[in-house]
């Protein structure tokens, strides 16, 4: 697999251990939305990268989940990615510049759940695509 894809790996990790130890501490909270949308944004750009999809250098999980549609890959939480895009992709923003993000830790284990959705199927198409 990819650097990219790697390195969404390192981030769902940093955001599993932080939403498990946030305990409903917003500042603890904060870091685990943060891990969660750059674990997102590299998973999608891991996938776009695998199907040699270009995009911008961006953090905007709108603009990045919208070329998932140039790809063969379907997934069950699609509905549930585009209702949220737009909140995930303030989560990058908002972590680092304001005084704290204004969320549940139900929104954030639904877009983890996203996430692995997502991976799933990812990873079921490469076993499709490369059998052995």
Not at 24 to 38: I, N
Request: with cysteine.
């Amino acid at each position: 697999m990819s650097t990219m894809y790697e390195r969404f790996n390192t981030w769902r990790h940093y955001a599993i251990e932080e939403l498990n130890a946030s305990k409903g501490f917003d500042s603890e909270l904060d870091k685990a939305c943060f891990d969660t949308q750059q674990a997102l944004e590299f998973l999608i750009k891991a996938i776009l990268l695998q199907y040699g999809i270009s995009f911008d250098k961006v953090h905007d999980i709108v603009e990045l989940s919208g070329l998932l549609e140039q790809t063969d890959i379907e997934f069950e939480k699609k509905d549930d990615l585009d209702l949220l895009a737009t909140t995930i992709t303030s989560w990058e923003e908002l972590a680092r510049y304001s005084s704290g993000i204004k969320t549940k830790q139900d929104t954030v284990r639904r877009v983890m759940n996203i996430i692995d959705n997502l991976n799933e199927a990812f990873l079921k198409k490469q076993e499709e695509n490369n059998p052995e």
